[in-house]
Each structure stands twice: as structure tokens, then as C-alpha cells.
């Protein structure tokens, strides 16, 4: 892969999200055209990702991961948003292998399903009720990186509690995003407040930890180098 393909790949992409976020673009329209456009590179998003964006996100979650779990290699894993695995491939790295992985566009999973990542994959339309599919208290930990709060049309706090009910009781949701995201004014944080007054979940104090991405000249919102924001809930019921 050449330099010009990822530019290529940054002036598509990134230059949707920015139009997307900056217009307040229609969430069905959103949803459609990032879906065209994940398609569209998913053969070469790894490379992009690991050799054009120095990606660390999905590092950090499987390091986060594995610290809750406490080596526990036998755990019972979902990665939401898995893309193309590449937060299963770092759990993989710490032992785990019970991996679940869940998308909603068909290309960039069959590039996790040929690289074997996970053990079964679930393709969704971007809903939360399509985790209805699952069934209750399934899994021990949930990990989710580079998904949530990125645009109107990703995944926010209302896939919450829906998160909530696949996990067993005493798992965890281990969420990681560029803190750059979490800024923008069409988050419902309030929502996460109730799961815990309702005795659902409870959160941990959020972490901000260096390096969610390496290329600091590649950017969706502005060029540093962002930080990763981990946040880590509890599930009580």
C-alpha cells in the first residue's frame, strides 16, 4: 500500500465525518454512506489503519480488557463494532480466544471471518434492538473501540443498557474512542445516568490515556495525536 491510497482513504472518510458532523446530515443518509464507504475500503483498511494511522486504540482496549479480566483466558468475549478484528486480534495476543464479533456492514466482516478472528459473527443494521438476537447474560466482558460517539449515526449511549442485558452480571463494558469525540453536543450522557440510578450498572472513573493514534497529521476532527478515552462500566443486574 502507497502513500496515495491512504491520503486517499483520510480525504473520503475523514471528509465525510467532518461534512457529517459540521451539517447535521440526515442519520439514515449518514448511516448509508458510511456504510458505502467502510465497504469501499474494507480490503485495506487494516493496512490503513496499522501502517497510514498508527491505530493504538485497539491496543489499549485489549490491554484494558485483560486487566479487568485478570488473565482469565477462558472468558466469554464480544467486540462491538469489531470491524475488521482488530481488537480481536490483540485479545488473541493475551490468550483469549472466545471471541464474538459484531458489525453492521457485511464487507468489513468478511475480511475478520477470513482472517479468522472470531468464533461467530453477527452482522446488524446499526439498531440497537438488533442485539435482541442475543440472548441474556452471555457474555463476560464487552469491548468496543473506534465505534461509539463518532457521529450521529454511530452507536451512543442508547445501545447502553441494550449492551447491558447480553452481559452477565459482574461483566463489563470496556469502551474505547478518540476524547475528541466525546465533546460534541449529540451525546446523552443522561442515559447513563439513569442505567445507574436503576441499579443496572455502574460506571468507573473515566481514563484518558495517550496515543489513541500515532499520525498525529492524520485527523477527523484536527491534526495532534488524540488521546484515548476509556470508559469502563460495571454490570449489576
Not at 448511516?31 to 467502510?38: G, T
Not at 475478520?112 to 452482522?123: D, L, M
Request: overall charge negative.
Amino acid at each position: 500500500m502507497n502513500d496515495a491510497e491512504i491520503q486517499n482513504f483520510h480525504d473520503e472518510v475523514q471528509g465525510f465525518l467532518k461534512k457529517a458532523r459540521a451539517t447535521k446530515m440526515d442519520e439514515s443518509e449518514e448511516f448509508e454512506r458510511q456504510q458505502q464507504l467502510y465497504s469501499k475500503f474494507s480490503k485495506s483498511f487494516n493496512m490503513i489503519m496499522k501502517e497510514g494511522d498508527l491505530y493504538m486504540g485497539p491496543k489499549i482496549n485489549a490491554e484494558e480488557a485483560h486487566r479487568i479480566l485478570q488473565g482469565r483466558t477462558n472468558a466469554k468475549i464480544l467486540d462491538f463494532g469489531a470491524g475488521t478484528g482488530l481488537v480481536g486480534e490483540e485479545l488473541k495476543k493475551f490468550g483469549y480466544s472466545d471471541i464474538d464479533g459484531t458489525d453492521c456492514n457485511e464487507d468489513i466482516m468478511q475480511v475478520a471471518k477470513e482472517n479468522g478472528v472470531f468464533q461467530r459473527i453477527y452482522i446488524t443494521s446499526g439498531l440497537p434492538s438488533d442485539l435482541d438476537m442475543l440472548p441474556d447474560n452471555t457474555y463476560d466482558l464487552i469491548t468496543s473501540c473506534g465505534t461509539f460517539f463518532v457521529t450521529r449515526s454511530h452507536p451512543g449511549t442508547e445501545f447502553i443498557e441494550h449492551l447491558c442485558r447480553i452481559t452477565k452480571p459482574g461483566g463489563h463494558i470496556v469502551i474505547v474512542t478518540n476524547e475528541q469525540y466525546t465533546a460534541y453536543d449529540f451525546h446523552r450522557w443522561d442515559i447513563i445516568e439513569d442505567l445507574e440510578k436503576r441499579g443496572i450498572m455502574e460506571r468507573f472513573p473515566e481514563k484518558k490515556i495517550p496515543g489513541y493514534r500515532l499520525n498525529g497529521a492524520i485527523g477527523d476532527v484536527d491534526s495532534v495525536i488524540p488521546n484515548a478515552q476509556v470508559f469502563i462500566y460495571k454490570v449489576l443486574q
